[in-house]
């Protein structure tokens, strides 16, 4: 885990949006929800996972990262396009801390042991849209599977 997203938990106002909700970690959450989604079926175990996701890389506590996916729940409830959402991460983020989003969504969509040609095409296309290389998003990929 980086510390890069250390500094979103600050108190500066800039990072914040609404209810004092971090533009980057609603970001984060919805296309987490989004990778749940994918393969049409989103299972407990997948949303276990994604607190964990929440906890773990934004330094959350339980409640914090309960409260941030119920939210995101119902944002991607009503979104349209992944677009929004990654643009904002793109705009806010440096090449390590994609990465660690691509991360995220591959661990996420291998908390099964059943990766879809869904899960892996939404990979790939958040990973395009976060100007993350083939090569890296391959590279991380093998690292978690490897282990």
């Known amino acids: 885990m980086s510390d890069f ?4 938990k600050s108190d500066s106002p800039e990072t914040k949006v609404d209810d004092d909700v971090n533009a980057v970690e609603m970001a984060a959450a919805v296309l987490l929800i989004e990778m749940a989604r994918a393969d049409f ?3 407990d175990i997948e949303n276990k996972m994604i607190i964990e996701l929440l906890k773990e890389y934004f330094l959350l506590n339980v409640e914090d990262a ?3 996916f119920l939210e995101a729940e119902k ?3 009503n979104s349209v396009s992944l677009h929004e959402f990654t643009r904002t991460l793109h ?3 440096n090449e ?3 990465n660690e989003i691509i991360e995220m969504l591959w661990r996420l969509a291998l908390v099964d042991d059943s990766l879809d040609r869904y899960e892996d095409y939404l990979v790939r296309k958040i990973a395009d849209l976060l100007y993350v290389s083939n090569s890296n998003v391959l590279r991380i990929k093998h690292e978690l599977t490897s282990n």
């Open 66 to 68: 309960d409260d941030l």
């Open 5 to 8: 997203f250390k500094f979103f």
């Open 75 to 77: 944002i991607a409830d």
């Open 41 to 43: 079926e989103q299972e």
């Open 91 to 93: 705009e806010t983020l």
């Open 96 to 98: 390590k801390a994609k």
